[in-house]
């Protein structure tokens, strides 16, 4: 089962970020680097804050695992926010 990432909309994290058992899944999503339990609940970055930082920076595959094939970060993001809608 595959879970999104609030942050940037990557479609393939293995884990649910917020597990409902609490804290944060500890998986780094290799689109936008985000770690959840760590990025946000140490570093205290909101998803809003780091998506802006992220795209700032231009919205680089920010993982050392090979990236997606056709990977494009615009539309990948655009599916996250047509999911809120
Ligand atoms: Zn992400």
């Known amino acids: ?8 909309g990557y479609p393939k994290l293995a884990e649910p970020p917020r597990p ?11 689109s936008c680097g985000f770690q959840f339990g760590v990025s ?6 909101t998803y809003e804050a780091w998506r802006a930082k992220w795209r700032r920076a231009g919205m680089p595959w920010s ?7 056709g ?15």
């Open 1 to 8: 089962m595959n879970h999104q990432c609030p942050v940037c």
């Open 20 to 30: 409902k058992t609490g804290g944060g899944s500890y998986e780094i999503c290799p």
């Open 40 to 45: 946000d609940d140490d570093q205290g970055f």
């Open 63 to 69: 993982s050392q695992q090979e990236r997606p094939r």
């Open 71 to 85: 990977w494009d970060a615009a539309a990948q993001l655009a599916t996250l926010s047509r999911a809120k809608e």
